[in-house]
């Protein structure tokens, strides 16, 4: 993880977690745990958080205002952490995305988010043809059970899929650690 890397949090907006008109996220309490470790070793390795929003339609649960559509509490950015609003899966369509992390210096982003299969998929696909590496935390994307295959089987297929058209999957154990050996000289151990 030598170049310089950029952390991507992909819509992990409270509409996800439940009590908005729509089941919780599968396996949500996991997810959060696995989001905070990376957004946690990222802050403290000095490595530049993105935190993508979608702003959805009228009436839909990510709708722009609403209560849905606010970052999850426990993931809010911080002071200098970037926030870039999209309306389509794909993070870099129609934003300034590509330009931010033009900015930060970031060749490399590792994506955590949901939802697997659209955004999460779509995203790491659209950095791949812009010439990024691309790092996915296989256990940190999540999606809900379809009318065929449960959320696990989506998550398995997708990420079998990324990885075959070139996205590097690591577990958050291990992302956390390669962040954590990124941390300035003496904050190496906690």
């Not at 999460?120 to 379809?146: F, I, M």
């Amino acid at each position: 993880m030598n170049e310089a890397t950029a952390l991507l949090l992909v819509d992990l907006q409270t509409g996800a977690f439940g009590g908005h008109g729509i089941p919780p996220l599968q396996d949500a309490d996991e997810l959060l745990r696995n989001v905070r470790a990376l957004l946690c070793e990222a802050r403290a390795a000095g490595v530049p958080v993105v935190h993508v929003q979608h702003c959805a339609n009228r009436g839909e649960v990510f709708e722009e205002g609403t209560s849905g559509w606010s970052i999850v509490g426990a993931l809010m950015p911080e002071a200098g952490e970037v926030v870039v609003r999209k309306r389509a899966s794909n993070a870099f369509e129609g934003t300034d995305l590509e330009q931010v992390l033009q900015r930060l210096g970031a060749r490399r982003i590792l994506v955590t988010g949901l939802q697997s299969e659209h955004c999460v998929a779509a995203t790491c696909r659209g950095a791949l043809r812009l010439g990024y590496s691309v790092q996915l935390a296989e256990d940190g994307h999540g999606t809900w059970p379809d009318e065929a295959r449960s959320a696990r089987d989506i998550i398995e297929s997708e990420n079998e899929a990324l990885a075959r058209e070139g996205v590097t999957l690591r577990t958050t154990d291990r992302l956390v650690d390669e962040l954590r050996a990124r941390r300035p000289t003496g904050m190496a151990r906690r």
